[in-house]
């Protein structure tokens, strides 16, 4: 195996972190205006937003009675304002940080969002004569088609087919960043994705990367740059040079990027999701500093399979409005520090889960797997304070909206919009032209309305 040692003698510790922000400072006044990152929230388990969006008017008592051990008081839920798609709404209390950004217009609801191929009538599904994903109601297949699984003919995800058609200058650095094992989403076929440890450090073993002077880290940054016309061991090689500057990257980020401004509510035992935006948060400020132009960022919080126990507020067994609690102030958190970092409007997140629950209560005071669910978007970029939709469920089991198949109904909504549709705003937010979202998305062809406008 031959090594380059001059090239890499020339080039190691040539910018230590100190001069890293003046010496790429002038690339960065150029580039920063055109900045643009998607970061997206998904909710693992399929979160009922039954219990998350609730109308306040006569179609309350259809909830109450749809819902007798699930129903929050109508007292209790923080009124939005206005009417939307003939209803007025409340928030769960639990998330009254995203209520005052509905209120501020920095929030928007995209109301019975889900899985579809193609656009589907409730006539369809119920004679079963519906073209429809496959395997509805299992978390793993479902989590992977709404992040924009094409099938094992393109295991890629939306936010890897999006970047894959930008410009290369827009992707050239970091462009995806998955701070999840369960990345679909930001699988591409020719853009590079990074996986980030939210709760890392500098150090690789021994070697401390974020200290060039450091003699173990020289001996590794040497190691990554072997040759060999051995195919496995030039393959080694390639894989440990990127998984270094990957890392090397990240210990930039956390040295240089600006501490977010946010109020992060403590990680909980629970939920890592404080520690995981927040590090997002201070990533973007570094990686906007040094240049990057396009990015997304994925991350995942779980819990929200809540079969049982839905209603249990304890931090032991938390339920779906404890959980809640922590997501809201963590993105209201985030949110505020996008806005002091000057990126107010160059951020757009997306909160997202692979479907909704039943609308009747489990036996185990909980609800079950179901299909369509809401859906937001956060950030200035957003035309919040609305919620989007042309309808909303009649909530009643075995009502003229149940799209259940099987008998006794449960109160299952046949989406409004698909994820598709709601992911197509971002895509074009990001850059792409009408025909290159529908090229990254071909199941949207079919669709007269090729996204929800809430960008």
Known sequence: MSVQRRSFLAGAGA???????AALAPLARVQAADYKAVVVVHLAGGFDGNNVLVPLDGAYADYAKARPTLALAKDSLL???GTHIGHTFGFTPSIRPLHELFERKRVAVAANVGALVQPTTLEQVRSRTAKLPPFLGSHSDQEQWVQGWMGDEDRSGWGGRTMDRLAPELRSRQPLISVTNNYTALVS?????????????????VANIGNPADSMTQRLEWATRLQSSNAYEAEFARSMRTAYLDSLEFAKGREKGPAPTGDFPTSTAFSGLPRDL??????????KAVGAQRQMYLVQDG?????????????????????LQVVAQSLAAFDKSMVDMGLDSQVLTLVISEFGRTLDPAAGAGSDHAWGNHWFAMGGAVKGGVVYGDTFPTLQTGGPDDASLYDPKRGQW????????FVADA???????????VAAMPNLAGFKNRGIGYV
């Open 15 to 21: 910018f230590g972190l100190a001069s890293l922000g």
């Open 79 to 81: 009124r939005l304002s």
């Open 189 to 205: 076929n020719s853009t590079p994705l990074s996986l980030a440890d939210s709760n890392g450090n500098s150090n690789w073993g």
């Open 278 to 287: 927040s590090f997002v948060a201070r990533h973007i400020g570094y990686s």
């Open 303 to 323: 819990g929200y399979d809540t079969h049982t126990g839905q209603m249990d507020t304890g931090d032991t067994n938390p339920g779906l409005d404890r959980r």
């Open 414 to 421: 046949l989406p409004q919009f698909s994820t598709d549709q």
């Open 427 to 437: 895509m074009r937010w990001m850059g792409l032209t009408a025909e290159q979202v």
